[in-house]
């Protein structure tokens, strides 16, 4: 019995072999796999996803004729896998421009660094300026006025200031709503907000081609969520067709949005944290407040 179990031991030694697994090596996994996550989720959230299924099934019918030993396609696969791996770069231009504009945006150290006192330091613009572009949004809607109101963030956006007319002005909610009133000279465009101030109206905006966007949305909305997908910007829009109220965010379009909403958008466009926090659960405890009264 013994030496059975020495046999076994002896087998068991020579074919059974354990890795020598450090805390690093655990650490990498976890990366790699979290970078994998990433990758696939951002595909998916892109135009490129039906492109990125078409490569890996190319590489699957590689795999089958490397199983098979079908030389002559592995001879056309290893003959057009440089040109293959240029051509992909040049095909996802667009989404590999974005996700690293994106990577630059998102202030990783900084955020972990850092307290939420110190967040708050760096305030866009005043509570005040929130107020006066609630009020013109919504005047504009119950007169159903088309508007188009871009709120600049962390990325310039002079580029856009330079197409239009400058006015560089103290905001008001008389002002946008001027601006915005029909047969007047500066209606048509988009108004550029920095700060307290508005910079520029009549701005020419990119046109985003998303197809999954919704066939009702005209030029206004879509030149809305073309500016957010070039740059970090909060845009407010207001449909001349419907009079509803419209946020464009990081290529995204929120649409029939009502007041506080629309706050809360501007509050985390504000830079303010902590005020966004305290307005949440002010929102929440006069909404119970309000439930126990009824």
């Given amino acids: 019995m013994r030496g059975l179990l020495d ?18 090596d655990a650490l990498e996994i976890v990366i790699i796999a979290f970078l994998i996550y990433e990758i696939m989720v951002w595909i998916k959230d892109t135009r490129s996803w039906m492109l990125f299924k078409g490569i890996v099934i190319l590489l699957v019918f590689v795999l089958f004729a490397s199983i098979l030993n079908l030389t002559t396609i592995l001879w056309i696969a290893e003959k057009t896998l440089n040109v293959g791996i240029i051509a ?9 421009r974005k996700a690293l504009e994106q ?5 990783i ?7 939420d006192d110190s967040k708050n330091v760096k305030e866009r613009f005043s509570d005040r300026t929130i107020n006066e572009i609630i009020k013109a949004t919504y005047e ?19 580029e856009y200031e330079r197409t239009g007319i400058p006015i560089d002005s103290v905001i008001s909610s008389q002002l946008l709503i001027n601006i915005f009133e029909h047969n007047t000279p500066l209606h048509d465009g988009a108004v550029i907000v920095k700060n307290d101030r508005i910079v520029s109206a009549t701005c020419y905006l990119p046109l ?5 966007l919704s066939k009702e949305l005209g030029t206004r909305h879509r030149a809305g969520v073309g500016v957010s997908e070039a740059t970090d910007s909060l ?21 029939n949005i009502n007041g506080d909403e629309l706050k809360q958008y501007l509050i985390t466009a504000q830079n303010k944290t902590m005020d966004m926090k305290r307005f949440k659960l002010w929102k929440g405890r006069r909404q119970h407040e309000k439930n126990i009264n009824e």
Wanted: glycine content about 4%.
């Fill in 208 to 212: 985003s081609d998303n197809m999954e």
């Fill in 88 to 96: 992909v770069i040049i095909v996802f231009q667009p989404e590999l």
């Fill in 7 to 24: 046999q076994l031991v002896n087998f068991t030694s020579s074919y059974l072999i354990i890795p020598d697994f450090k805390p690093t």
């Fill in 103 to 107: 990577i630059g945006r998102k202030n």
């Fill in 140 to 158: 504009l809607a119950k007169t159903k006025t088309g508007a188009l109101i871009v709120i600049e963030q962390d990325i310039s956006l002079s």
């Fill in 109 to 115: 150290f900084t955020d972990f660094l850092l307290s």
């Fill in 235 to 255: 845009t407010v829009i207001v449909s001349e067709e419907t009079g509803k109220v419209s946020v464009a965010l990081e290529g995204k379009i929120y649409r």
